[in-house]
């Protein structure tokens, strides 16, 4: 378990056992007895429905997150997670997300584990009709980060990349990435730099200092926020921040002060250069008219989109993976009420705009889209029972918890076999790695293995060595055509003089082979 879990190679592996048990065990001998027991826990899985049934009765049922890693490159890990206990419940590769190949997977789940209270999904219209079709009294929640992420993405459409494009044209981060690598051996020598940068920025009042050290650490300290507020935002996917966007407005922001700057110098008679091509730098930006004109929109339609991000109370900083917000009841009314009264006043105010607005067209495209999804994005908390008492059951408001576990599985599978075989991996190993990860579930370990790991393995020696999830990852053995007879003789022929010298043999050649093609295509004794 340690090739995946630490993503050890075998040889290292192999080097920790000998330093152990003082025995050279085989690599190839590591790698079955690695893909044996990551079958073996998936076997045993399969096997321990009881006792995941028990969890879920104990919990007073369970929620289904659903979806699948890879899209664009088929077949497709889909996994299903229980919300309640985070256990992974089942993984099955299928070819696309559609609903043919979704029902038998929900088919199984629903003889497995019974209904669901609620199933989590992301925006396939597969697994929602599939859902449908398999459990059609469960409610479905739709993934706000899914549902975001396409809201973002038809209001930004090809508009940020062409901000993102004329912004790279401009090549301002390099320009501003030299000067400031130009001034770095000035400003390091500066004591207190980080407190007096930090005047500079936000107490809006320069130190009094030298101009030869106030100059370069001036310049400097605006040139390398501008590079900040591009490369703290690129740690958060699109459409969620917009660094371009993010670097264009610290450049509006710097631009008047710097310019005030050089005027407060020329007033003394003085000039510095490096402050001189920085504001060069920020004039080409925001003096570009039809960059500016793009900004101006995409600033507009980045306030609908960060509003309703507000409404669903995912704040701006953040981290989007890890955000998961169960609300009560009365909060779920709560933000579909502001979320109604919204969009109400979005629609009245983009109406008085043309109808071949760009703003208009994108902001009535939106609003239909999450009018369809409103019963799916406020469902009412459901309630169970747990030993004799009625609780509401806070339903997850995001599919993170599984897309937490892909990235959990590519980080293991990236260690073990390098970023650009990991795809390669993930088809081989992907759904086994998926169940193995259970192990690291605490309310999991108590129920499949109460004994510890290593017991429940030795228990279960009726386990076949070749059970079929173990098949997929056995190595392909290469078998070749069969050889024509003329390339065998050839060989023969060329080789034999060289055997020859290399043991000190006569070197009288050999007389040639004459034998004639055997009918069965092999060489005689």
Same mark, same amino acid.
């Given at each position: 378990?340690?090739?995946?879990?630490?993503?050890?190679?075998?040889?290292?592996?192999?080097a920790?056992?000998?330093?152990?048990?003082?025995?050279?065990?085989?690599?190839?001998?590591?790698?079955?007895?690695?893909?044996?027991?990551?079958?073996r826990?998936e076997?045993?899985?399969?096997?321990?429905?009881?006792?995941?049934?028990?969890?879920?009765?104990?919990?007073?049922?369970?929620?289904?997150?659903?979806?699948?890693t890879?899209?664009?490159?088929?077949?497709?890990?889909?996994?299903?997670?229980?919300?309640?206990?985070?256990?992974?419940?089942?993984?099955?590769?299928?070819?696309?997300?559609?609903?043919?190949?979704?029902?038998?997977?929900?088919?199984?789940?629903?003889?497995?584990?019974?209904?669901?209270?609620?199933?989590?999904?992301?925006?396939?219209?597969?697994?929602?009709?599939?859902?449908?079709?398999?459990?059609?009294?469960?409610p479905?929640?739709?993934?706000?980060?899914?549902?975001?992420?396409?809201?973002?993405?038809?209001?930004?459409?090809?508009?940020?990349?062409?901000?993102?494009?004329?912004?790279?044209?401009?090549?301002?981060?390099?320009?501003?990435?030299?000067?400031?690598?130009?001034?770095?051996?000035n400003?390091?020598?500066?004591p207190?730099?980080?407190?007096?940068?930090?005047?500079?920025?936000?107490?809006?009042t320069?130190?009094?200092?030298?101009?030869?050290?106030?100059?370069?650490?001036?310049?400097?300290?605006?040139?390398?926020?501008?590079?900040?507020t591009?490369?703290?935002?690129?740690?958060?996917?699109?459409?969620?921040?917009?660094?371009?966007?993010?670097?264009?407005?610290a450049?509006?922001?710097?631009?008047?002060?710097?310019?005030?700057?050089?005027?407060?110098?020329?007033?003394?008679?003085r000039?510095?250069?490096? =402050?001189?091509?920085?504001?060069?730098?920020? +004039? &080409? %930006?925001? $003096?570009?008219?039809? !960059?500016?004109? /793009?900004?101006?929109?995409?600033?507009?339609?980045?306030?609908?989109?960060?509003?309703?991000?507000?409404?669903?109370?995912?704040?701006r900083?953040?981290?989007?993976?890890?955000?998961?917000?169960?609300?009560?009841q009365?909060?779920?009314?709560?933000?579909?009420?502001?979320?109604?009264?919204?969009?109400?006043?979005?629609?009245?105010?983009?109406?008085?705009?043309?109808?071949d607005?760009?703003?208009?067209?994108?902001?009535?495209?939106?609003?239909?889209m999450?009018?369809?999804?409103?019963?799916?994005?406020?469902?009412p908390?459901?309630?169970?029972?747990?030993?004799?008492?009625?609780?509401?059951?806070?339903?997850?408001?995001?599919?993170?918890?599984?897309?937490?576990?892909?990235?959990?599985?590519?980080? =293991?599978?990236?260690?073990?076999?390098?970023? +650009? &075989? %990991?795809? $390669?991996?993930?088809? !081989?190993?992907? /759904?086994?790695?998926?169940?193995?990860?259970?192990?690291?579930?605490?309310?999991?370990?108590?129920?499949?293995?109460?004994?510890?790991?290593?017991?429940?393995?030795a228990?279960?020696?009726?386990?076949?060595?070749?059970v079929?999830?173990?098949?997929?990852?056995?190595?392909?053995?290469?078998?070749?055509?069969?050889?024509?007879?003329?390339?065998?003789?050839?060989?023969?022929?060329?080789?034999?003089?060289?055997?020859?010298?290399?043991?000190?043999?006569?070197?009288?050649?050999?007389?040639?082979?004459?034998?004639?093609r055997?009918?069965?295509?092999?060489?005689?004794?």
């Amino acid at each position: 378990m340690s090739r995946f879990f630490e993503g050890l190679r075998l040889l290292q592996i192999q080097a920790i056992l000998k330093r152990v048990v003082r025995q050279t065990i085989p690599v190839r001998t590591l790698y079955n007895l690695s893909i044996k027991t990551i079958a073996r826990t998936e076997e045993i899985h399969n096997r321990s429905k009881g006792e995941i049934q028990q969890v879920i009765a104990e919990q007073g049922g369970y929620i289904l997150h659903l979806d699948s890693t890879f899209e664009d490159e088929p077949p497709l890990l889909f996994v299903g997670k229980d919300g309640l206990s985070h256990m992974t419940l089942g993984a099955e590769f299928v070819m696309s997300e559609s609903e043919a190949n979704i029902k038998p997977i929900l088919e199984a789940f629903r003889d497995r584990y019974g209904k669901p209270l609620a199933v989590v999904r992301d925006g396939s219209e597969g697994i929602s009709k599939a859902i449908d079709s398999i459990f059609p009294d469960v409610p479905q929640v739709a993934c706000q980060f899914h549902v975001l992420r396409n809201v973002g993405n038809v209001l930004f459409k090809d508009l940020y990349a062409e901000v993102a494009s004329a912004i790279e044209r401009l090549r301002i981060v390099p320009a501003i990435t030299r000067l400031c690598k130009y001034l770095e051996p000035n400003v390091e020598a500066i004591p207190d730099k980080k407190q007096l940068c930090a005047q500079i920025l936000y107490d809006k009042t320069l130190p009094t200092m030298k101009h030869e050290e106030l100059l370069p650490l001036v310049t400097y300290t605006v040139g390398s926020w501008i590079l900040r507020t591009k490369s703290k935002s690129e740690t958060i996917p699109y459409p969620f921040d917009l660094p371009y966007l993010e670097m264009y407005n610290a450049c509006e922001t710097a631009f008047p002060r710097v310019h005030a700057y050089i005027r407060s110098l020329s007033e003394v008679c003085r000039m510095y250069k490096p =402050l001189n091509d920085l504001e060069t730098i920020l +004039k &080409r %930006v925001v $003096k570009d008219e039809e !960059l500016s004109r /793009k900004i101006g929109l995409l600033k507009r339609l980045s306030e609908v989109f960060f509003r309703i991000r507000a409404i669903l109370r995912i704040n701006r900083d953040t981290n989007i993976l890890k955000h998961d917000p169960k609300w009560s009841q009365d909060e779920v009314s709560t933000a579909r009420a502001s979320l109604v009264s919204y969009l109400d006043r979005l629609m009245t105010e983009v109406s008085t705009l043309p109808e071949d607005s760009i703003r208009r067209r994108r902001c009535e495209k939106i609003v239909g889209m999450l009018r369809k999804e409103f019963d799916q994005l406020f469902v009412p908390n459901p309630f169970i029972e747990i030993n004799g008492k009625r609780i509401e059951c806070k339903l997850p408001r995001t599919n993170n918890l599984i897309e937490r576990n892909f990235w959990e599985i590519i980080r =293991l599978l990236t260690k073990l076999k390098g970023q +650009k &075989r %990991v795809r $390669k991996a993930l088809h !081989l190993y992907g /759904k086994a790695v998926a169940i193995l990860l259970n192990i690291t579930n605490e309310t999991y370990l108590k129920a499949v293995y109460p004994d510890g790991i290593l017991n429940r393995l030795a228990q279960e020696r009726d386990l076949p060595d070749n059970v079929s999830s173990s098949n997929q990852y056995q190595r392909p053995v290469k078998i070749p055509g069969r050889i024509p007879f003329e390339h065998v003789q050839y060989f023969i022929e060329r080789s034999l003089p060289v055997v020859q010298r290399a043991l000190n043999l006569p070197s009288n050649p050999p007389p040639p082979l004459s034998v004639g093609r055997p009918a069965n295509g092999l060489l005689p004794p």
